[in-house]
């Protein structure tokens, strides 16, 4: 029985090493991609803005800053985590930093305005659009929300949501997925830790288990005596 304790130990502590190694090795791999993460991140020297009350504010203003996060909060459910939004460390390297850039650059596009010129009259659905400058509001317009058809919609969707800013859009949402995988990879790593410290151990429990020189198992009725020997019947008569 003895003989068995030890070699399942065996077993469970060589698992147990396994993932040991594999949290290390995850652990390591992490610590790299936040350590390139960190390097894109000052080669870019993105910051956000904080006044002298450590307040995040958006062109001077901290109304700004809280329309900007209602906007990533309320409509984009994202959930901001509070304390990356640090007035000590303003450059953009987490990943609710990296979404709330996307959303001010969103947030103005969506209520900004664009100024769409008609160099001649254009007829749509029985309307007359004469040449001249109009002034189109996005009025929290997405890239699908614009009547691509409109004389004036379709130019002012092109103005508002421009290559610059779909591009900014795809950069930092690669920022955000990083990070994000970044930490899952960390806390893959602690799990992978933790399961095969707990295999070592319970592996090295039952080894020593196994080695334990206590009392003998008490012994089944019977067994390792001499059984008496039948007597003739008569005998000593």
């Known amino acids: 029985m003895r003989a068995r304790l030890r070699i399942l130990g065996y077993v ?3 698992i147990g090493l396994a993932f040991l190694v594999a949290g290390g090795v995850a ?3 992490a610590q790299d991609g936040y350590d390139s993460l960190q390097a894109f991140s000052e080669a870019q020297n993105v910051t956000l803005t904080y006044n002298e009350d450590g307040q995040l504010v958006d062109r001077g203003a901290t109304e700004g800053a809280e329309a900007i996060l209602k906007l990533l909060k309320e409509d984009w459910k994202y959930p901001v985590v509070e304390s990356d939004l640090d007035p000590d460390d303003p450059l953009v ?3 609710t930093e990296y979404m709330y850039q996307m959303a ?3 947030y103005h596009v969506l209520h900004g305005s664009q100024t769409v010129v008609l160099d001649e009259a254009v007829e749509y659905n029985g309307e007359t659009f004469r040449p001249g400058a109009y002034e189109f509001a996005v009025d929290g317009r997405y890239w699908t929300g614009f009547d691509r058809q409109h004389p004036i919609e379709g130019p002012a969707r092109e103005l508002a949501w ?3 800013v779909h591009g900014l859009f795809g950069e930092l949402g ?3 997925v990083t990070h994000s995988a970044l930490q899952l990879a960390l806390a893959l790593a602690g799990l992978f830790a933790g399961v095969g410290l707990a295999l070592a151990v319970a592996g090295g429990g039952l080894v020593w288990a196994g080695r334990h020189r206590g009392e003998q198992e008490p012994e089944a009725p019977g ?3 001499a059984r008496p020997r039948p007597q003739p019947v008569g005998a000593g008569a």
Request: avoid cysteine; charged fraction near 5%; proline fraction near 0%.
């Open 162 to 164: 421009t290559g610059t």
């Open 93 to 95: 390297n987490t990943a």
């Open 174 to 176: 690669v920022g955000t």
């Open 104 to 106: 001010a650059v969103g």
């Open 27 to 29: 652990y390591a791999k």
């Open 12 to 14: 469970l502590a060589a």
């Open 223 to 225: 067994a390792g005596g």
